[in-house]
């Protein structure tokens, strides 16, 4: 139990461009999802968190308008990066909590990985 | 501020060779100690949540315990699969999770 997906699991996209990753609970429901990017070396940095059927909150210094977020059903959340640039190049990771259980454990999915030429 | 610190930063183990990794931290109404662990390239994978001083799981070779101020990760005969960072957060009372910095274990047969 307790899965998370990411789609793509990798994307390779020109400067400038727009690219949109998918984050899904698999076999339970997520009020809650939340959006880390990690680079090279470095641990997980959370950028956003994602309640269902509201606004995003995000982390000082992430850029709403550049990282757009949401949360349209109990089950999916979406992060699109807009206008990428090789600055945005990482890997990120989605993770929710199971809204079912008592437990604020966060399950992760197996991420993203985005190249920006 | 709220702070997660890991020790060591790397860890290298003979297959057979028990250690502990440490994980301390400072936090503010503190919600649970999340134990992971992660492979390259790939997300964390769930190992444990502990929520008060004095508690312990166990799962396979791998046990943590939780104090007021700090958090241990025994690794008790490890084998080479045992091999991957091992990655401390701590939760807030807004469900977030702040990460130390992790433990790069090696196990060499």
């Known amino acids: 139990g307790a899965v998370v997906s990411q789609h793509p699991s990798w994307v390779i996209c020109k400067s400038g461009t727009s690219v949109k990753i998918e984050c899904r609970s698999l076999d339970f429901q997520a009020t809650t999802m939340f959006w880390y990017r990690q680079f090279p070396k470095q641990s997980l940095m959370l950028m956003a968190t994602?309640?269902?059927?509201?606004?995003?909150?995000?982390e000082q210094g992430v850029e709403k308008d550049k990282f757009l977020i949401n949360h349209a059903s109990l089950t999916l959340s979406t992060l699109t990066v807009t206008s990428a640039h090789p600055e945005d190049s990482s890997f990120y990771i989605c993770?929710?909590?199971?809204?079912?259980?008592?437990?604020?454990?966060?399950?992760f999915g197996p991420g993203t990985r985005l190249t920006v030429l | 501020e709220d702070q997660v610190t890991q020790s060591p930063e790397a860890l290298r183990l003979q297959e057979g060779e028990s250690s502990s990794l440490n994980c301390s931290y400072t936090?503010?109404?503190?919600?649970?100690l999340f134990w992971y662990r992660q492979d390259p390239g790939k997300g964390p994978e769930f190992l444990f949540t502990?929520?008060?001083a004095g508690e312990e799981k166990e799962k396979e070779r791998l046990k943590a315990t939780l104090t007021k101020k700090e958090s241990f990760l025994h690794i008790t005969a490890p084998k080479p699969e045992d091999s991957a960072t091992y990655l401390c957060?701590?939760?807030?009372?807004?469900?977030?999770?702040?990460f130390g910095a992790g433990t790069q274990v090696v196990v060499t047969p």
């Open positions: 957060a701590v939760g807030d009372s807004w469900g977030k999770l702040q």
């Open positions: 936090v503010s109404g503190l919600r649970g």
């Open positions: 993770s929710a909590s199971d809204s079912g259980r008592r437990s604020d454990t966060q399950y």
């Open positions: 994602s309640n269902e059927g509201s606004k995003a909150t995000y």
């Open positions: 502990l929520y008060s």
